[in-house]
């Protein structure tokens, strides 16, 4: 852990606001540890779950991922991957809808945890994320935005139309009228079709 401070106090020297850790290959002591560091630094930690589906999917372990979801909160991460109901890290719906849920529900004097969704995401996939699960997401877009045909700047254009079309409830076909990056992103991508 000596090794996870000092990275901590790297990255506050750099003038960042965040760390990402692994926090099932750290363990929960180590991400209290972190924790403590962090809150001295006045670092957030966005807590990424490598690993979990060794364990999390397999019925017969007993160990679920609301169970590393709740237990990271009462340690105050900040942020948690949650999967999503599509792209290329999929999870079941009832899972991802439930951990959201659990990570904003008000637990009194412990602070709620932005749910971040990530994992094969591109443009076409993001209004129907946005409707399931609220606008109080983090998304992470990267194969998406610099996949995209004409380069990352017009990939970064295509996600922003793209939530935005989410959080007006707007269709992506019209959406893509107004936005030509949005339109080459779902002629390459395509869309979710509910």
């Known amino acids: 852990t000596r090794e996870m401070l000092a990275r901590a106090k790297f990255v506050r020297d750099f003038g960042n606001e965040y760390v990402m850790m692994d926090i099932l290959t750290a363990g929960w002591a180590g991400l209290q540890t972190v924790r403590d ?14 690993f979990h589906a060794a364990f999390t999917r397999n019925k017969k372990h007993g160990a679920s991922m609301k169970f590393v979801a709740e237990t990271a909160r009462l340690l105050g991460v900040d ?4 999967g999503t109901v599509i792209g290329k890290l999929e999870s079941p719906k009832e899972e991802v ?4 849920e659990r990570l904003k529900e008000n637990w009194g004097r412990i602070k ?8 094969g995401l591109h443009p076409g996939l993001l209004p129907p994320l946005i ?8 998304i992470q877009v990267g194969g998406g935005i610099h996949g995209h ?5 017009a990939g970064a254009k295509a996600v922003m ?5 989410g959080i007006e409830g707007e269709s992506l076909t019209e959406a893509a009228k107004k936005s030509k990056e949005l339109a080459v992103a ?8 509910a």
């Open 37 to 50: 560091e962090c809150d001295d630094l006045n670092l957030a930690i966005h807590a990424h779950r490598a």
């Open 79 to 82: 942020q948690l991957h949650i």
């Open 97 to 100: 809808f439930g951990l959201n």
């Open 112 to 119: 709620d945890v932005l749910p971040v969704c990530s994992g």
């Open 131 to 138: 409707k399931w699960l609220s606008k109080d997401i983090a």
């Open 149 to 153: 045909p004409q380069g990352t700047r």
């Open 161 to 165: 139309a793209a939530i935005q079309a």
């Open 186 to 193: 779902i002629k390459k991508w395509g869309y979710y079709k």
